[in-house]
């Protein structure tokens, strides 16, 4: 009821303001035309990210000190540290980042924000930047039109920067004509009822607008021209700070756990340094005055003086936060814990990931890998080999005959249930319309799909394999035991080697999958020449020999399908790659001839 | 490499309809690096083994890895003498 009433009232209130006063329709249409940039802003860089952000992430947050670096370059590029903070969010819910990595990248974000200040403290209010603005908007608004991908890109930066430099020109015409009818600093309010007050207003002003950064030109500009006192400015801006978390919570709504951690942690770190910058404000000012007047920056110069307010509150936050970066994610891993691992519900997919290509296909992998682990389960027990067994250093070749226990496991039930479920909603979060990617990783997300098709199919087959181990697990004729325990072997192998690839400790590649294949392959045709002497010797009964064949049949599947799962999850990141693995990998002729 | 395959290399490299054949002689190059390592690795396992058991294992991995090797060379072969 109050949602649908707010909108509605809002514009009302502006409608009003507008008719009451052109300066305000001035600043607010300033307002609108500076996000409407940032938005413009938003999108070039996200053309640009795919990919790029991925590897640079990799590269750069295996460290507190790295991660922080990111977050300052990255937000100092992009001038939003809203944009750093979901994109943050998103690679944490992916599975690319660790929660202590979005942190430093979150604290970096606060920093490099700050660097909007001085721009435009520094150069936005003493430039005529509207003269900018309009050949940026042009140029921006012919190359957005372009089909190349980085030609869009760079329109939308181009575009986005104009109306960026646009609607601070509009603010402070609007400010500036402001100054002759009405003066704010009426309003103004001291000591710390003062900072507290402004400090909400900021933070409000922060929520409605998304951006800390339209705030703060909103602040800078009113404070340039005299509406507002200095230290009512300063309160405002620490407002701005906290109230910008709000984008970041928002974010994190779709995001699971770890983003949700992140804007904790993105909130916790805003409100403290807030709460530091109150308590010590009149310290920090007499900071800022030292700095100001050691750089020779004028003491009457308070949208500088500002500027410099906000990298040094900032700073104090990320020098007293850093240390308790480790006790963070521990308080956050606690109050906000894992929920329970469901064999049922996808882990990875969820909306937040869908904005970049890295993290929807990290997502997908992962997804499929938590699927191959309930495949893992199904499959290891369908040939009563227990998990452990194989996920063990013991030979298999020795331990597997040993035991003929069956494990109780219902396939089919198993497949509906932690199989069929998650397999369908890959499928379908991969073929959701929203979901638009270049052909580079459209490929890779339908090898993806392939993958998860040929995991479901393996546990398929296992059903039918089921049967017969498990009938002749308890007979007495040990010759086709012993064949059944072949096969158990051939199958728990390839699980293994799969396990092993997944540690990535060095022991294996991705090139022991084909020297397994061919292994399996020269069990198989061991066993197929033997049939007919075990036949003819009345080791087995024709019957048992059609069971045999079938189920040699199906074993190869199995390990066919787990062995191609395999190279697109764990040795190949790209569809480019996997074709050149696909080039050079050994197929059924190649294997005769070596086993010849 | 000759100087022939050199200027073909380059021919192939630098023509713009073959990028995506380029890409796929690159990452099947990078592929052969790898191989190579891990012959030189069998092949001295095979060097260093006591027992026939060993040899036998250290054998067939340097069979299936030679195989791998000849794949990637054929392929690259094929994809320079398609252009």
Known sequence: ?596 | MSTKEIIKKLEFILGTKNGVAAKRVEDIEVLLAELGKKKIKFQAKLDGATTSKDSIKAERKLAVCNAQIDKGRAAIEELLGDN
């Open chain 1, 1 to 596: 009821m109050i949602k649908r009433i707010i909108l509605p009232v809002i514009l009302i209130i502006l409608a009003l303001g507008f008719w009451i006063s052109p300066n305000f329709k001035e600043i607010a249409a300033g307002v609108s035309i500076f996000l409407f940039g940032m938005i413009f802003l938003e999108d070039g860089f996200r053309a640009f990210t795919g990919g790029i952000l991925g590897k640079l992430l990799e590269k750069t947050t295996d460290s507190l000190w790295k991660a922080i670096s990111f977050g300052v370059i990255s937000t100092t590029v992009m001038q939003s540290s809203s944009l750093v903070s979901v994109i943050t969010i998103s690679f944490l819910s992916s599975g690319l980042i660790g929660l202590a990595a979005g942190i430093g990248i979150i604290f970096g974000a606060n920093l490099g924000t700050t660097t909007g200040a001085w721009l435009i403290a520094g150069f936005g209010l003493k430039v005529k930047i509207s003269a900018y603005a309009m050949p940026m908007l042009v140029f921006g608004a012919i190359l957005v039109f372009q089909k190349s991908k980085n030609l869009k890109g760079i329109g939308y930066v181009l575009a986005g920067l104009g109306l960026l430099f646009l609607g601070i020109h509009y603010m402070k015409e609007g400010f500036e004509a402001f100054r002759g009818t009405i003066d704010l600093t009426r309003f103004a309010v001291s000591g710390y009822a003062g900072l507290f007050l402004f400090a909400l207003i900021g933070i409000s002003a922060t929520v409605i607008m998304q951006s800390s950064h339209a705030t703060l030109v909103l602040i800078i500009t009113a404070l340039s021209v005299g509406q507002i006192t200095y230290e009512n400015a300063l309160a405002l801006a620490i407002g701005a700070n906290v109230g910008t978390t709000i984008t970041a919570v928002i974010g994190s709504m779709s995001a699971n756990y770890q983003g949700k951690r992140l804007a904790a942690a993105h909130l916790i770190f805003n409100m403290v340094t807030g709460f530091i910058a109150i308590a010590l404000i009149w310290q920090i000012m007499s900071l800022v005055d030292y700095f100001c007047n050691y750089v020779g920056i004028s003491s009457d110069n308070y949208t500088l003086k500002l500027a410099v307010f906000h990298t040094v509150f900032n700073t104090l936050g990320v020098a007293v936060m850093t240390p308790f970066v480790g006790p963070l994610v521990a308080f956050l891993e606690r109050v906000m814990p894992a929920p329970e691992t469901s064999v049922v519900e996808t882990q990875f997919l969820h909306g937040s990931v869908t904005d970049f290509p890295d993290t929807l296909l990290t997502a997908v992998r992962n997804e499929i890998l938590h699927l191959y682990d309930n495949a893992y389960r199904i499959i290891s027990r369908g040939i009563n080999v227990h998990p452990d067994i194989i996920a063990s250093d013991l030979v298999l070749d020795v331990e597997i005959p040993k035991t003929h226990k069956i494990i109780d496991v219902d396939i089919d039930a198993q497949y509906l249930h932690s199989i069929k479920s998650l397999h369908s909603e890959i499928i379908n979060f991969t073929g959701a319309p929203n979901i638009k990617l270049s052909s580079d990783f459209s490929g890779r997300l339908y090898d993806l799909r392939r993958a998860s098709q040929r995991i479901a199919q393996a546990v398929k087959d296992t059903k039918h394999l089921q049967k017969n181990i498990d009938f002749y697990s308890y007979t007495g004729n040990q010759a086709i035991r012993a064949e059944y325990d072949n096969i158990r072997i051939n199958v728990a192998r390839i699980l293994r080697l799969i396990e092993q690839l997944r540690r990535d400790d060095g022991s294996v590649d991705v090139f022991d999958l084909d020297e397994n294949k061919l292994a399996a392959k020269e069990a198989r045709n061991a066993t197929l020449h033997n049939i007919d002497k075990m036949i003819r010797e009345a080791q087995i009964t024709a019957e048992m020999a059609t069971s045999l064949m079938n189920d040699l049949a199906y074993s190869k599947a199995i390990i066919a399908d787990l062995t191609r799962a395999g190279k697109i999850l764990l040795g190949a990141h790209t569809s480019d790659q996997l074709a050149a693995q696909d080039a050079i990998a050994l197929e059924e002729e190649d294997f005769s001839e070596l086993v010849e």
